[in-house]
């Protein structure tokens, strides 16, 4: 029992990674636009946040500097598909490609680098339930994080009128333009949050998840992420519940490998990414059910004067 604790929690760890880089994700696609550089730039937040902690001690500085790092990056992305109506989907690669390289070479002098002793979080009283209490109870606050912003993100993009706006403008830019709404400063501000949490979750595993700096150490996350909006159908609960189905995938190659089952480990370690192929093969069946549920405009470019 105590082994499926520790996968439980661990489930919930790896999960808390892909929930908030999917979250900031679909905060882009729902203003219609399409960030493909995800896995850059969750590399580049790592590294600001692993040479920020490791100079200053402070894990929330360490945060800070990820997701400033996803910010400004992002914001690069937003004006050159934004303003420039450069193509979404080769910028987004490019800077998926720039943020390996970049972060590469920022990291050399971090390889070897260790940070201060790990701090170690418990709710009192929940935390000592035996069981249930190191699964559920002892985790760090951005696991509970990431479900307090799925709450939040619910509420405001079904409860808000500034959500509303958010959704008009990833339906229909041109009948939001028509009200008088800023379209394009509206998406950029989209692109700039959803880039910030992409920071957010780079960061979290190079500080906390780790914790430690390896050169392409995000491996594959990014993508992953970028496919639960998908699999998701663009729903931010449904985000949270495939982020931890994900996160139990790739945790189940190490509980598998604790009690001697004896498959190879390359077989294990492609589990995450094998169930990604199947899940996305298994949703593009029903190109209509995705249709409905994905915004009108999503990947289109905007033109004010057209």
């Known amino acids: 029992m105590e082994s499926y604790a520790l996968l439980l929690g661990a489930t919930l760890n790896a999960g808390t990674v892909l929930a908030i880089a999917a979250l ?37 500085l360490g945060f800070a500097a990820g997701m400033g790092a996803g910010a400004v990056l992002a914001a690069l992305f937003g004006v050159l598909v934004i303003w420039l109506n450069t193509n979404q989907y080769a910028t987004g690669l490019a800077l998926s490609l720039f943020g390996v390289g970049f972060s590469a070479f920022a990291g050399i002098n971090y390889v070897q680098a260790k940070l201060p002793e790990r701090p170690q979080f418990s709710i009192p009283l929940l935390g000592d ?26 509420w405001f993009l079904y409860r808000s009128r500034a959500g509303l706006v958010l959704r008009s403008v990833g339906e229909s830019p041109e009948s939001a333009h028509a009200l008088g709404y800023p379209v394009r400063r509206i998406r950029l501000g989209a692109v ?51 982020a931890y189905l994900f996160g139990g995938v790739t945790m189940l190659q190490f509980h598998l490998q604790g009690v001697g089952v004896n498959v190879p480990s390359q077989i294990l370690s492609m589990l995450p990414y094998l169930a990604t192929v199947v899940v996305l093969a298994l949703i593009s069946r029903n190109p209509v059910w995705i249709r409905v549920n994905m915004p009108a405009s999503l990947g289109k470019p905007f033109y004010p004067g057209a």
């Not at 949050?193 to 190079?206: E, R, T, Y």
Request: charged share 10%; hydrophobic share 55%.
């Open 192 to 242: 700039v949050v959803g880039g910030a949490l992409c920071g957010l979750a780079g960061a979290f595993i190079s500080i906390s998840y780790t914790p430690l700096w390896v050169e392409g150490m995000v491996a594959g996350r990014g993508w992953i992420a970028l496919a639960l909006t998908t699999f998701a159908t663009w729903r931010p609960a449904r985000v949270l519940l495939g």
């Open 24 to 60: 900031g994700l679909l905060i882009n696609e729902k203003a219609g636009i399409v960030n493909l550089g995800a896995e850059g730039l969750m590399l580049c937040a790592a590294i600001a946040g692993f040479a920020t902690v490791s100079h200053t001690g402070s894990d929330w």
């Open 129 to 154: 339930i035996p069981l249930l209490g190191q699964a559920l109870f002892r985790q760090h606050p951005l696991v509970y994080g990431a479900i307090a912003l799925m709450l939040g993100l619910s």
